[in-house]
C-alpha cells in the first residue's frame, strides 16, 4: 500500500502564489506516476497535473497551463504543485494521487490507484 498525505494549502488572495506539497510513504518503489486533483463544493472531482516515471512526462489540464507546475522529488518520494496566479476559480480541496507502475500513463487522469486526504485552497478576491 501506498499513503499520500498533502500539506501547504491555505488562504491567498487572487493573484498570489501557493506551493503544495505531497509526502508518500509505504510501497513507494511501487509508483510510477503522481498527481493532483481537485474538488470545488458541488463539483465533481477535477484532474489538474501529473508527472510520469521515466520517461518523464508533465499533463496538466487546460485551466491551469502556464500558471501551475507540478514536480517531483523521486529521492524524497514527494510530488509538489506550484500554484502561481491564483484565481477564485482555483478554490477547492486539492488531492495528490499516485498511479501503480504497469499502469497505462493516462489512467492517473481518470482512474488513480492512491489518493491523498485533500487540503484545502482557498483564493480570496
Known amino acids: 500500500q501506498v499513503q499520500l498525505v498533502e500539506s501547504g494549502g491555505g488562504l491567498v488572495q487572487v493573484g ?28 465533481e472531482r477535477q484532474f489538474v497535473a501529473s508527472m510520469s516515471g521515466f520517461p ?11 500558471r ?4 517531483r522529488d523521486n529521492a524524497k518520494n514527494a510530488a509538489y504543485l ?9 478554490t477547492a480541496v486539492y488531492f495528490c494521487v499516485a498511479l ?4 497505462p500513463t493516462e489512467a492517473i487522469k481518470t482512474d488513480p490507484d492512491w489518493w491523498g486526504q485533500g487540503t484545502q485552497v482557498t483564493v480570496s478576491s
Open 56 to 66: 518523464t512526462g508533465t499533463w496538466y489540464a487546460d485551466s491551469v497551463k502556464g
Open 82 to 90: 506550484q500554484m502561481n496566479s491564483l484565481k477564485p476559480e482555483d
Open 68 to 71: 501551475f507546475t507540478i514536480s
Open 100 to 103: 501503480r507502475r504497469f499502469q
Open 16 to 43: 498570489g502564489s501557493l506551493r503544495l506539497s505531497c509526502a508518500a510513504s509505504g510501497r513507494t518503489s511501487s509508483i510510477y506516476s503522481m498527481g493532483w486533483f481537485r474538488q470545488a463544493p458541488g463539483n
